[in-house]
């Protein structure tokens, strides 16, 4: 058997698309300046005018998923990374955006196969969010991790060589393994032969 565990080397060939909401853009531009620095200090050229990083900017939260699903169905990207924040108000919205944006990203991955990391923050307030984006730590760097990793772990299971399955044969005996024609017509012969 095989043990397969994603790295963060070879990531020159790697390709990402990150898809920001902008609403909470405060707290999503460090969410991305996180992401940005990690990819970069992996190796990963992060100029939106390279090769390797597409950026998407989308309404909220809510709209995520969607984008993050075509650009999965496109082919072209090893992890998507979706960058959002949602910060509860007075109402039940907070409850409904954040199932309904988790869900949703949840679903592109096992619909595309394509790794999607959920780096959606959410937060009670907004010195929790701000706490998450940067003032205590970035989880934009974490979200970029996941991406690098999953990417790499992704490619190493699709490129592994299908295990050969030997059969072992049964302990030989003669009336295991069905007769031809001609060696039945020659037993048949040898049996009349001998009466």
């Known amino acids: 058997m095989a043990v397969f565990e994603g790295t963060f080397a070879n990531t020159s060939s790697l390709r990402f698309a990150i898809v920001i909401g902008r609403f909470n853009d405060l707290i999503t531009e460090k969410l991305l300046a996180g992401c940005q620095d990690c990819l970069k200090r992996h190796g990963v050229n992060s100029d939106p005018h390279g090769t390797q990083v597409d950026y998407v900017w989308v309404p909220g939260s809510f709209e995520l998923p969607m984008m993050a699903r075509q650009m999965a169905l496109t082919g072209r990207y090893d992890a998507i990374i979706c960058l959002g924040a949602i910060i509860r108000g007075q ?22 196969g394509v790794p999607v990391v959920f780096g959606v923050i959410t937060a009670e307030n907004m010195q929790q969010a701000l706490e998450r984006a940067g003032i205590k730590s970035n989880l934009g760097w974490n979200y970029a991790l996941n991406a690098l990793e999953m990417a790499n772990l992704m490619q190493q299971v699709q490129n592994a060589q299908p295990y050969k399955q030997t059969q072992a044969l049964p302990h030989s005996d003669e009336n295991q393994f069905p007769q031809s024609e001609e060696t039945i017509h020659s037993s048949n012969l040898h049996q009349e032969s001998s009466s």
Do not use: C, I, L, R
Not at 91 to 112: L, N, W
């Open 91 to 112: 109402t039940a919205h907070f409850d409904y955006v954040a199932s309904e944006a988790a869900k949703g990203v949840a679903a592109t991955s096992f619909q595309t």
